[in-house]
């Protein structure tokens, strides 16, 4: 059976929750072979067994930290010509586009990005045009290169030898133009990653300042969810743009997305459209964000959230 | 220092965009068009570095006929010229074709940097930037929310989920742009003017020696198989806080098991 070859998206030594998803879909077009790039792989290992990896491809060096993508793009195109998978999928993270981008030129495969569910024959679901249009696209020439959307796929993790080969390559030079000399974490408390997270709690316009995203993170805490941003929010300096959800942000696909004072125009829409479980609350019945709702509550946010908070903690107490 | 910046035009997102139903590409005609936003923040960032640095700006642009207008605005921010890649060959184009014609009018210009947006409206791969670095073999400094280049050293901060990285290369380089980066410029009236008279060069596939059947729907490496209309989400409920909306939401997420 031939290989599936799955980047494994991972923080040092922990692995982030979509690998487990994209080696759940890997497993039906072939054997899922993980790959670790950088440190952390003897940690991760035992996390990669029980995802389902049938093998894992580590590649240590630190050439994979210090440089901007290339290298990783380097990695597994030496993978695809040595094992000559089915198939490569990534996360559609804005690193894994990039790493799939340029996977795809070195290899002439085509490239499938924001993919929300994979088919017969890997074709893969595209959600387009603020989510008003569904697309079966498939890859035609080379090797299918699909970066899957995090949250699309349900991890069904069946455990796996996770048998580990080390692999050895010599980054170019060319691969290391781009150097990391530096990172800056800003605080988002203990919060799950805005695009992992199986709950996501956004501001809009109505929050009206920024210290009221106070009210906004105190709601995800209780509910164990990320905080996310309309663009109107961002763009008045209320919370960091990297919150952005939305066409010129982020595009997140949760259990259950909870929009406050969000008014639901397009490009919002754009970014949360295929979320599981919509809830709104907003003061405006008129809202077309209303449109999108499993469950709406017409009414100011500064009374209807505290009071959903407590009623939360309440319930978590009993 | 002589910068190009991609730019993209893109349907507008508040008009309604649609498939053609003969090839399921996208019906340029249905929709207004304009410069991809995120590109307005690529060529305000390249006029701002030439106007500390020295140097042009050349809008590179690939699309058919129409996207002129485009064209037309980029100048009128203060863009020097522009060369437009236009031929019946490149419709339904995917990014790596795309890619490809691109970095063949670059190595035909020249440059010390290209910038782009770090995604298009209409298609969202954000690959391009990627694409190009790795086609070329320079530095590869995407998702920038700000830029300093010193004589040949460019240094940028890379936005990331966790904050950003700061990432240090040498020119010639890549940059993609996010919008946080700047606050781009309205044409002026006396830019407006200025444009009409600012060289664009056409270019077809010939001119640039790159074979029609490697373009376009045919050259592309992936295919749409089929399009629909997603259905409608099924109506939900609504109600109007009478000072229990908070315990309502509440019972709604208990009973769906969110908590
Ligand atoms: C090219 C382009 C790209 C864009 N990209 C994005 C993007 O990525 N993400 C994005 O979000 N937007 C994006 N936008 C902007 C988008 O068009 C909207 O302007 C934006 O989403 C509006 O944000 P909002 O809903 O928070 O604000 P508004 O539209 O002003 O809505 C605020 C809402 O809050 C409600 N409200 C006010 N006070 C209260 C209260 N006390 N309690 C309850 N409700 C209250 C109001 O009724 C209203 O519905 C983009 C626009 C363009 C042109
Ligand atoms: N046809 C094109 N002509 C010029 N630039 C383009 C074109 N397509 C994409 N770009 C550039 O690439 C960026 C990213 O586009 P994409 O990868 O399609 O999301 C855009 O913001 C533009 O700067």
């Given amino acids: 059976m031939a290989e599936i070859l799955v980047l494994v998206e991972h923080a040092g030594e922990t692995v982030k929750k979509v690998t487990g998803e994209l080696l759940t879909a890997a497993r039906r077009y072939g054997e899922p072979a993980a790959v670790w790039a950088g440190a952390g792989a003897e940690a991760g290992h035992a996390r990669l067994a029980e995802l389902g990896a049938a093998k894992v491809y580590v590649a240590a060096g630190a050439d994979f930290d210090d440089y901007v993508v290339a290298p990783k793009a380097e ?213 077309p964000i209303f449109e999108l709702a499993d469950f709406g509550v017409v009414g100011d946010l500064f009374k209807v959230v505290p009071q959903l908070i407590e009623e939360i903690e309440k319930r978590a107490q009993s | 220092m002589n910068i190009v910046v991609c730019v993209k035009q893109v349907p507008d997102t508040w008009s309604e965009r649609k498939l053609s139903d003969s090839d399921s590409t996208l019906d340029r005609e249905a929709a207004d068009a304009l410069i991809n936003e995120l590109d307005e923040y690529a060529i305000e960032e390249g006029l701002r570095l030439t106007e500390a640095n020295g140097g042009e700006v050349t809008i590179l642009t690939v699309g058919p006929e129409k996207a002129t207008e485009s064209i037309r605005k980029a100048l009128s921010m203060g863009a020097d010229k522009a060369v437009h890649v236009t031929d019946p060959g490149l419709h339904g184009s995917d990014a790596l074709v795309t890619s490809e014609v691109i970095a063949k009018v670059l190595g035909r210009i020249g440059f010390d940097l290209v910038i782009l947006g770090s995604e298009s409206t209409d298609a969202r791969m954000g690959v391009l930037a990627a694409m190009l670095a790795e086609r070329l073999g320079i530095p590869q400094l995407s998702y ?52 009409k008279k600012k060289p664009v060069e056409t270019l077809s596939l010939a001119d640039l020696e790159l074979d029609a059947a490697a373009a376009g729907l045919a050259g592309s490496a992936t295919e749409v198989a089929s399009f629909a209309a997603r259905p409608p989400r099924q109506a939900g409920t609504v109600v109007t806080d009478e000072g229990d909306g908070g315990s309502k939401a509440a019972e709604f997420l208990a009973a769906r098991k969110f908590i």
């Avoid at chain 1, 066409?247 to 295929?274: D, E, F, N, W």
């Avoid at chain 2, 010639?172 to 309205?186: F, L, Q």
């Fill in chain 1, 75 to 287: 990695l597994l195109a030496e993978l695809v010509a040595q094992k000559s998978p089915a198939a490569v999928l990534v996360a559609a993270t804005a690193e894994g586009r990039e790493v799939a981008a340029r996977l795809a030129v070195k290899t002439g495969s085509g490239i499938l990005t924001d993919v929300t569910a994979l088919g017969d024959e890997l074709t893969g679901e595209q959600s387009i045009f603020g989510g008003a249009i569904t697309v079966q696209s498939r890859v035609s020439s080379g090797t299918p290169i699909i970066a899957v959307r995090p949250n699309a796929i349900t991890p069904e993790p069946v455990p796996g030898e996770a048998v580990t080969e080390e692999v050895t390559i010599t980054v170019s030079d060319a691969a290391k133009g781009a150097r990391i000399t530096g990172r800056v974490e800003q605080e988002r408390g203990e919060r799950p990653e805005l695009t992992e997270a199986s709950i996501v709690v956004s501001g809009g316009r109505g929050v009206g300042a920024a210290e009221n995203f106070a009210l906004i993170e105190k709601l995800a805490d209780a509910l164990g969810a990320a905080v996310g941003a309309s663009r109107a929010a961002t763009d008045a300096g209320w919370y960091p743009h990297q919150f952005q959800v939305g066409q010129t942000g982020k595009t997140v696909s949760p259990q259950l997305y909870l929009a406050c004072g969000i008014s639901g125009a397009i490009q919002h829409r754009a970014g949360m459209q295929t979320s599981k479980t919509i809830m709104v609350v907003n003061k405006d019945p008129e809202a």
């Fill in chain 2, 144 to 195: 920038a929310s700000k830029v300093e280049v010193d004589g040949t050293s460019i240094t940028i901060n890379r936005q990331a989920d966790y904050g950003y990285d700061t990432v240090a290369g040498s020119l010639p380089a890549v940059v993609s742009v996010v919008e946080k980066i700047n606050e781009p410029r309205y044409p002026s009236f006396k830019g407006i003017m200025a444009a």
